[in-house]
């Protein structure tokens, strides 16, 4: 027997607290019974939002505790990142918008100078390191910042920029909770600066960071932002994008094309390509990312690669270009014929942006499921490594 992976011993654990049968959960869930047994012995990954979510609700838990995140240090630079976030949440509970604390100021051109490093290279990179270590200091000094007239408005802008790095990065590490906060900071920052534009950005925000407990309410929001009278093109398009992937994941394909499609033709008004704005990525690159992303999601597989064929991933983000990698490997993997061009371009995407892969579940996932096939067939130095890497113990 394969050693269930760690969504599967937490699928065997969960179901156990919850004195339900693998069978019962299989009805509730509406996936087979011998699916379900796969999944919990690590012989099956877990390689969608939507098998993920339902497994979830039926457990009664959050995706995020089936998951097992956020996942055990496994180096020290691991353990640093998860060490640093108490800070972020001491930063995001401790202080509203308006409320300014007690602390040594920088001048504002230091400052403004780490607010640029956050947004324009630590968080697009993906650097979770420096950003646990730089946001919390960023919170309070903003805050502090916003409270003088001859910088109110840069530094609220400032703040709105952190709040969602931080929302990302706690994201992205699993930490439940301290999203929905984070985005709740953003949202009083664009109040005070009054302006449809800025509300409208941290009303996206909240339908894109929102639990995938409630794909419904994320598409109700995204839809309603990509509406907003105000909102900027880039705003409107990120929320279409929200929209697909929320419909994608409820196994609605035809609605999740039809805003695809509304994303693509509003790209198709940016210039350049990638838009600058608010570091948001949004272009026709962009959607075709995305394209890829909700096209796995759709069940198409190893068949998202013609989705990527059209696809250069450049001019944006290293962490969009990941994005762009990662999925497209685990697509690959999903075929024996295709699973070493898979691999690749996992590895590829590991390269771009290592902490993003190596806390996403579904890469987790794709690379213990490969692990256990190279068990069986012999597998090669580069897998062993990138499992090693990912805490997906080489075992057996």
């Known amino acids: 027997m394969e050693p269930a992976t760690e969504l599967g011993r937490r699928l065997r654990e969960i179901r156990g607290w919850r004195q339900l049968s693998l069978r019962a959960v299989a009805q509730l869930s509406g996936y087979s019974f011998t699916y379900l047994g796969q999944i919990e012995r690590g012989e099956k990954p877990v390689n969608s939002r939507r098998v993920l979510e339902a497994l979830a609700r039926t457990l009664r838990v ?62 697009p990179d993906a650097d979770f ?30 703040l709105i920029g952190t709040y969602k790095a931080a929302a990302y990065l706690v994201h992205d590490l699993g930490f439940a909770g301290l999203p929905a906060l984070a985005v709740e900071r953003m949202h009083q920052a664009a109040e005070e600066l009054g302006d449809p534009v800025w509300t409208t950005y941290a009303a996206y925000q ?37 929209a697909a992937l929320a419909s994608a994941t409820r196994g609605e394909a035809d609605q999740a ?11 198709d008004t940016i210039e350049p390509d990638v838009s600058p704005w608010m570091d948001t990525n949004f272009g026709r690159t962009n959607v075709g990312i995305w394209q890829v992303t909700i096209g796995l999601e759709l069940g198409l597989g190893a068949g998202v690669a013609e989705l990527a064929r059209p696809v250069r991933p450049v001019g944006v983000s290293r962490s969009r270009q990941s994005a762009f990698w990662m999925d497209l490997g685990r697509g690959l993997l999903t075929e024996r014929k295709t699973r070493d061009q898979g691999l690749a371009a996992l ?50």
Not at 209 to 234: D, I, T
Not at 257 to 267: Q, V, Y
Not at 356 to 367: D, G, S, T
């Open 62 to 123: 959050s995706p995020t505790e089936l998951t097992g995140k956020p996942y055990a240090a496994r180096d020290p630079l691991d353990d640093d990142i998860r060490a640093g976030v108490p800070a972020v949440e001491e930063a995001l509970t401790g202080w509203w918008v308006g409320e300014a604390p007690e602390q040594r100021d920088r001048p504002w051109a230091q400052l403004s100078a780490d607010v640029v490093r956050l947004n324009k290279v630590l968080r």
């Open 129 to 158: 390191a420096a950003q646990v270590v730089l946001i919390p200091q960023l919170i309070r000094e903003l805050l502090t910042a916003s409270a003088d007239p001859a910088h109110r408005r840069e530094a609220l802008v400032g």
């Open 206 to 242: 909240r339908a894109q960071l929102l639990s995938g407990a409630n794909r419904a309410r994320q598409y109700e929001l995204a839809v309603r932002v990509a509406e907003m009278p105000g909102a900027r093109a880039e705003t409107a398009g990120l929320a279409h994008l929200t």
């Open 257 to 267: 094309r039809t805003h695809l499609a509304e994303a693509a033709a509003l790209a």
């Open 347 to 396: 590895l590829k995407a590991e390269e771009l942006a290592p902490q993003k892969v190596r806390n996403n579940v579904f890469a987790r996932e794709a690379v213990a499921d490969l692990l256990g096939c190279a068990r069986r067939e012999a597998g090669g130095r580069e897998l062993r490594g990138l499992a090693w890497r990912m805490g997906v113990a080489p075992t057996g």
